[in-house]
């Protein structure tokens, strides 16, 4: 009985041991698995044919509203992700720069980037002039005529990283 007790305390000496020396690699993060699932995931496309815009987005993401001229895309694991595309319906016909600058300002960004119709916004996320600590956005105005339309991706700061499939997506968006 002595010698199986030993046998026992050995075995499992020796597999604490082969457990604590594995490398430990194998281990993904959150942010790695996220990237995988959005890098792998089929793309779905919404039109809305009044205005004449389309957009992509990975199938995970819900539908949670639709209307004439806005749509809203959620995903929720652990995180709460959101695509929006929105039709700026009050007619505008100001020069691209002029307008960047006043949305810039308007959305907290600090990052713009001006294009040749269209630009880039991004930053810290508010809502009603309050800063929602750890999230930020990513958003393209493209004109339609006298109109804009912005297409805007709201995510966990901690996630960036994971999230490189949908800003190009995003960057690349045309009407």
Known sequence: MKKLIILIVLLTGF????????????????????????????????????YGYCIRYPE??????TDEGFVRLGYWNHERFVIE????????????????KEMATKLHAEDQQLLRD????????????????????HTKFVRNQK?????????????????TRLFGQIDRWEI
């Open 85 to 100: 595309c929105a039709v700026l319906k009050a007619p505008d016909t100001s020069p691209i720069k002029v307008k960047m």
């Open 15 to 50: 597999m604490i041991g082969i457990n604590l020396s594995r490398d430990k690699t194998g281990f993904r993060t959150y942010q790695d698995v996220l990237a995988e699932l959005i890098d792998d995931a089929p793309m779905k496309t919404y039109c809305d044919s009044f």
């Open 118 to 137: 269209s630009f880039i916004l991004s930053g810290p996320l508010y809502e009603n002039g309050n800063k929602i600590e750890g999230y930020r956005y």
């Open 147 to 163: 109109l804009w339309v912005a297409y805007t991706l709201y995510y966990p700061e901690s996630c960036k990283s994971a999230l």
């Open 60 to 65: 995970f993401f819900s539908p949670e509203i």
